[in-house]
Nanobody, 115 residues
Framework: QVQVAESGGGLVQAGGSLRLSCAAS????????MGWYRQAPGKQRELVAR???????NYDDSVKGRFTISRDNAKNTVYLQMNSLKPEDTAVYYC?????????WGQGTQVTVSS
């Protein structure tokens, strides 16, 4: 069992930056992968960025060059640095931890980008 909790969302103007944090209840090197997903109103949840225990990273094309996922093993935390934010980035952002065949989701944090 893993609990994950997101923080760092908020309201920002277009072109601004936010950093999201996802704190896990266990050592993240024991977690297969952790990822950030987002869900805008009326849309399906989609992958934003993901990092594996081996350090492999992948991003959705829409955020490449603007968002950076990173991790701090000592703090059991994964971050999502979001720069050059656009109104279309507005969504609830969720953190997910993959442990073997199980998935653990956080409650989400709202990110709103005003134009």
């Amino acid at each position: 069992q893993v609990q994950v909790a997101e923080s760092g969302g908020g309201l920002v103007q277009a072109g601004g930056s936010l950093r999201l944090s996802c704190a896990a209840s266990r050592m993240i090197f024991s977690i297969s992968a952790m990822g950030w997903y987002r869900q805008a109103p009326g849309k399906q949840r989609e992958l934003v960025a993901r990092i594996t225990s081996g350090g492999r990273i992948n991003y959705d094309d829409s955020v490449k060059g603007r968002f950076t996922i990173s991790r701090d093993n000592a703090k059991n935390t994964v971050y999502l640095q979001m720069n050059s934010l656009k109104p279309e980035d507005t969504a609830v952002y969720y953190c997910k931890a993959d442990v073997l065949t199980s998935q653990y989701w956080g409650q989400g944090t709202q990110v709103t980008v005003s134009s």
